[in-house]
C-alpha cells in the first residue's frame, strides 16, 4: 500500500447548530470553521468548552491563545489537543 503523506488538521467545538436540508449552520459551526483556520498541518484545536467537557478524558490540552470574533462577545480560548506524554 502507497503510504500518503498527508497531515490532516481539525478543530472541534461544542454548541447548538440547525439542520437546513443537507447542511448544518449555526454559532458552533461557525466558531468550528474559524478554530479551523487557526490548526496547523497536524494539528488538532478546541474551544475551552470542549477541553471543560472533556476534563478526565487523558486528553492533554495545552493553551493556544485566543481569538476575537465580529458578533461574538468576548475572546474565544484555544487549545492545542493531544494525547498525554508516555
Known sequence: MKRL???VRAAVHIGECERRGDD???????LASHLLDVAGP???????TVRDLAAGSGLAFE?????ELVGVPGSLQLFSVSEPAA
Request: glycine content about 14%; proline content about 0%; cysteine-free.
Open 24 to 30: 448544518f449552520t449555526g454559532v458552533a459551526i461557525q
Open 42 to 48: 497536524g494539528e488538532i484545536i478546541a474551544s475551552r
Open 63 to 67: 493553551e493556544h491563545g485566543e481569538m
Open 5 to 7: 503523506d498527508l497531515q
